[in-house]
Nanobody, 124 residues
């Protein structure tokens, strides 16, 4: 069982930055790939970024490449999402998720553990 708790959301102006963090529990830290997804009002939950459990392979949604960076802090057992040059279309609830297995994937159905989400609002 893995428990995930997100933090760091908030309101920011377009062009600004936010850093999301996800604290994880569980004893098998390296065996889980960790990802971030987001859900805007009236839309499906979409993939944003993922990092593998071992070699820190990363994948990003095309629209956030070059602006967002996902990273793992192995000492603190957290996964972070640094979001720069934010746009109004980045507004959504952001969810941290864990996949049972270290290989990174963009497939939402592969992730079995989810946090409660944190709101990110970008004003124009």
């Amino acid at each position: 069982q893995v428990q995930l708790v997100e933090s760091g959301g908030g309101l920011v102006q377009a062009g600004g930055s936010l850093r999301l963090s996800c604290a994880t529990s569980g004893r098998t830290w390296d065996t889980y790939a960790l990802g971030w997804f987001r859900q805007a009002p009236g839309k499906e939950r979409d993939f944003v970024a993922v990092i593998s459990g071992g070699d820190t392979t990363t994948y990003y949604q095309e629209s956030v490449k070059g602006r967002f960076t996902i990273s793992r802090d192995n000492a603190k057992h957290t996964v972070n999402l640094q979001m720069n040059r934010l746009k109004p279309e980045d507004t959504a609830v952001y969810y941290c998720a864990a996949r049972r297995g270290p290989i990174a994937t963009m497939e939402k159905s592969e992730f079995v553990y989810w946090g409660q989400g944190t709101q990110v609002t970008v004003s124009s």
